[in-house]
């Protein structure tokens, strides 16, 4: 039988690289994100089941269990793995005692984590959610995307300008142009050319 299919997210790349390497080297497919609104275009684009999501507790916007209330509504059974290495008396203030039981603090050796990883996905039930829900759209709109880019990772603009354009292409939201129109003012021509380019290439039919 395959291992199963883990999605990391963390915006630190040595911790991201560390825990694909391991659980790689153990016979998991791996996805990577490196924050929570990059981690929602994975989830859209991977068609196949993904079992567990480690996702740092402490990250910029939303945070990982926010994330995984995001998640929740479109992938039920998706287990969530909190790691983090802020004191576990900061952790408490974010996760609800249940979620407190699949947290594991940073630094942690590779066989922490193969353990903790293997509790997580054997301790609860595939057939029950484990994600708390929280009645979020689990279809998010191109302009939802570019706001979350936006609000999430102030710096990546050029995702962000990406999914505007795409949204206003689809549906010329007043509010999405409005946006565009103060992001814009925010970016360099590179970036606006890269944005334009990246969306441009989502819009061509796949051969």
């Not at 997210?9 to 991201?16: A, F, K, Y």
């Not at 970036?191 to 334009?196: K, M, R, T, W």
Request: proline share 7%; glycine share 6%.
């Amino acid at each position: 039988m395959d291992k199963p299919t883990v999605l990391v997210v963390d915006d630190d790349p040595l911790v991201r690289g560390i825990i694909r390497d391991v659980l790689q080297n153990d016979g998991y497919l791996v996805l990577e994100a490196r924050f929570n609104s990059e981690a929602l275009v994975v989830l859209r684009q991977f068609k196949g089941p993904i079992h567990l999501m480690i996702a740092d507790v402490m990250m910029p916007g939303i945070n990982g269990r926010e994330l995984a209330e995001l998640l929740a509504p479109s992938r039920p059974t998706m287990k969530v793995l909190y790691i983090s290495g802020y004191a576990e008396e900061l952790v408490r203030e974010k996760l609800n005692p249940p979620e407190m039981m699949t947290f594991l603090q940073k630094p942690f050796r590779a066989g922490d984590l193969l353990r903790k990883v293997g509790e997580t996905l054997h301790d609860f039930s595939a057939a029950r959610p484990y994600a708390w829900t929280s009645g979020l759209p689990c279809e998010l709109t191109e302009g939802q995307l570019g706001m979350l880019y936006e609000i999430g990772v102030p710096t990546d603009y050029v995702e962000a300008y990406k999914w505007y354009t795409l949204a206003a292409a689809t549906d010329g939201d007043e509010r999405i142009i409005m946006r565009m129109h103060h992001l814009k003012a925010r970016m360099t021509p590179q970036q606006i050319s890269l944005a334009e380019r990246s969306a441009q290439v989502l819009r061509e039919p796949k051969r």
